[in-house]
């Protein structure tokens, strides 16, 4: 790929006159279309209309912002024009039916980490491509049957960041001529896993072996793992996602004990599948801390998942601590199950 190819010249060459792969270019097409000018919308900050302002919940329980709704509409509308079947998106109960002809659905949400908004930290729309089942909810497949996925990143750049099935692509759109062009070809997550991304406020809440595992990055060089870690937490998904391709690492958010927090709060067909797709296609692995994203079988558009996703070898690391919980954190008094959290 040259170094200046645009997303639709990428697209084109994809599709390949091939029906099924047209409508996932179109479909991928139309939300770059909308990220474009979201992200314009965006950038307008406090000049914007009450951007920021809540007016209202959404279906999954959280507070929606003005932007979210325009991010939802200008979504919707893209991906009418681009002939998908249906979308599932986080702003709305129920799926929204656009087109009897079209091949795929799409799952979104249209504009992940609006809380911070007002903050002028990253933010994105994510996004599922799905194909349409013959019979049955086509929402409702597990995220290994996925075409495409992927964000756009609303930052001092906006970013595409995709996927369709064949590694990874990041795509910058240059608002001179409103195109986006590719950046980085063969996106690929760093094996060496030298930071973490997790709300340690929540510490107390954790499972037994969340908190080991937490406890020994912290010990850092004095610790089992014998080295320094740094955490970072921006609390949008698409920008903790983004470090992690750029610079490697680890991202926890596991269910807790809290009430509604026990099955994590991630939302797994529109936020968890998505991302997982991603990582893994970019060298890395996603999981629930017990099983692999991709292949847990939705029960429900807004179903939530816990996720820990990263550099491979340090997921795995977090899963062999949840399956062996009894056996971690004896290898120094300091670093065991009390951890440095706990009186």
């Known amino acids: 790929m040259a170094s200046q190819d645009s997303l639709e010249v990428f697209l084109d060459g994809f599709a390949g006159g091939d029906p099924l792969r047209t409508a996932v270019a179109r479909a991928v097409a139309g939300i770059a279309k909308a990220g474009a000018t979201l992200g314009a919308l965006v950038a307008e900050g406090p000049h914007g209309t009450d951007h920021a302002s809540v007016i ?8 929606q912002k003005a ?9 919707v509308a893209a991906l009418r024009d681009a002939g998908v079947h249906s979308v599932g998106s986080e702003e709305s109960d129920e799926v929204e039916h656009l087109n009897d002809a079209g091949l795929v659905v799409v799952a979104v949400d249209p504009l992940d980490g609006s809380s911070n908004i007002e903050t002028n930290v990253s933010v994105g729309t994510i996004f599922s491509v799905l194909p349409v089942l013959p019979e049955g909810d086509s929402f409702l497949q597990p995220g290994n049957r996925q075409l495409a996925a992927g964000y756009v990143i609303y930052g001092p750049h906006t970013d595409i ?14 608002r001179a001529d409103n195109t ?5 070809p063969h996106a690929a997550i760093p094996e060496e896993c030298k930071e973490f991304a997790v709300n340690a406020s929540n510490y107390r809440f954790w499972s037994p072996a969340i908190r080991h595992y937490i406890d020994d990055l912290l010990a850092g060089t004095d610790g089992p793992r014998e080295k320094d870690f740094n955490m970072r937490w921006v609390a949008s998904l698409v920008a903790d996602t983004s470090r992690i391709l750029a610079r490697g690492g680890i991202f926890l958010y596991p269910g807790d004990t809290r009430k509604g927090y026990t099955s994590g709060r991630i939302r797994l067909t529109y936020e968890a599948n998505p991302i997982a797709f991603l990582v893994e296609q970019a060298g890395g692995r996603a999981s629930t801390g017990k099983e692999r994203i991709l292949d847990v079988v939705p029960t429900d558009l807004h179903q939530r998942t816990p996720i820990i ?31 440095l959290f706990r009186a």
């Open 180 to 184: 986006f062009y590719v950046r980085n």
């Open 67 to 75: 932007l979210d709704v325009k991010a939802h509409d200008l979504v």
């Open 309 to 339: 996703f990263g550099a491979a070898k340090e997921v795995q690391r977090v899963e062999q601590y949840e399956a062996n919980p009894e056996t971690l954190g004896e290898r120094s008094p300091l670093f065991g199950y009390r951890g």
């Open 161 to 174: 960041v995709l996927t369709l099935g064949t590694g990874v692509e990041v795509f910058t759109l240059d």
């Open 56 to 63: 209202g919940g959404n279906a999954g329980g959280d507070a």
